[in-house]
């Protein structure tokens, strides 16, 4: 339960940071524009150690090191590239002729957003969500340094298991991450477009 939890909120928060950004650096097309993208990118870019460390050193600094919501945060921040390259993948999809055309219709930017953009780019916001919701499953070397053990998660118990010996539960375990990650990416190439999703581009699926 504090694996599901935490990459579950952690993939919910990667989302939510990453679609403004998406929606920014497709309304600006500049080249001082790309430095938001730059910052999007950096932690998963950033050896994992060192992003852990870095969070490990803000969070003692503001006190907060060993809260579950820390983990959170951390997961979302470290994963967040997944959902705005997937994202930027669904806004460069999108016809700018239908924003236009709700434009002079009267649609404000709320009401583009909320009519024609979402609806649009929803596969890429459930491949966002659920490539991070994998790796934050599977993650630990960020969930151990922002929580250390006071949040027991699956991965953090496998490794402790396996300093005291091999066990047939890490087995079952290993097993069932294999499953979830094969079940979730499945669906993602069943129902999410995967070719498009991969930047395929319409004469190329062909």
Known sequence: MNSLTLAAASAAL???????????????????????????????????????????????????????????????????TLPLVTLSLGFSSIDRSLVEAASTMGADDRTVLRTVVLPLILPYVISGYAFAFVLSLNEYIVAYMTVGFTMETLPIKIFNALRYGYTPTMAAVSIFFVAVAAIVFGLIARFGDLPRLLGALSGDRE
């Open 14 to 80: 990667a989302v939510i940071i990453a679609m403004p950004l998406a929606w920014f650096l497709w309304r600006r097309i500049a080249p001082w524009a790309r430095i938001f993208q730059l910052l999007g990118v950096a932690p998963f870019i950033l050896p994992p150690v060192i992003t852990a460390l870095g969070f490990l050193t803000f969070w003692a600094t503001v006190g907060a090191y060993g809260q579950p919501w820390t983990a959170a945060i951390s997961h979302a921040i470290f994963f967040v």
